[in-house]
């Protein structure tokens, strides 16, 4: 049973490029959480989704940033326009339910803007 | 008041001691409690789930729960500096995991 697989593992952008970053959840999970991390700092929520709903998208700047999670393949976190201050981990984080359930972080994708 | 409070700086213990972290959180609702290691570059990684109040260990780390006054801890027996890391306290709260900002753990040898 695969944990969370995110990809690329790396990325990087020239500033005004897209960033498009890739989750896929554990086998049976349904739920997909993605957070931002930048160095020596705490984990950030963007947004919650299942399967074809945004559930919650308070964490997630208004411009720029969406996010989706389609009834097929990975969800997707999309970053129009990169500006270095992007430059951070990005983690997904899956669970078989809500968040009183156990989560489960994949490897995260380091993002660079130069 | 932070949602999820971890203050203590980092930590340097001697191979072999107790490290203990503590975390309180806001939210007198919350049933559910994590603790996540996280190392330097890695992602984090789900080490102890506690959900009643007391006591519960798994191998060497014991998480500790009370409810009453709102902080959950974690204790690392017989510290090795493979236990060398953040550690994360996570709560559940509305739509999400709500994260402490860690506590540092450096196993001395």
Redesign the interface.
Known sequence: NAGVMQNPRHLVRRRGQEARLRCSPMKGHSHVYWYRQLPEEGLKFMVYLQKENIIDESGMPKERFSAEFPKEGPSILRIQQVVRGDSAAYFCASSPGQWNTEAFFGQGTRLTVV | QKEVEQNSGPLSVPEGAIASLNCTYSDRGS??F?W?RQYSG?????IM?IYSNGDKEDGRFTAQLNKASQYVSLLIRDSQPSDSATY?CAV???????????NQVVVIP
């Open positions: 049933q559910s994590f996540y890695k992602s984090p990684e789900l789930s994360l559940p709260l509305d739509n999400r995991l709500a994260f402490g900002k860690g």
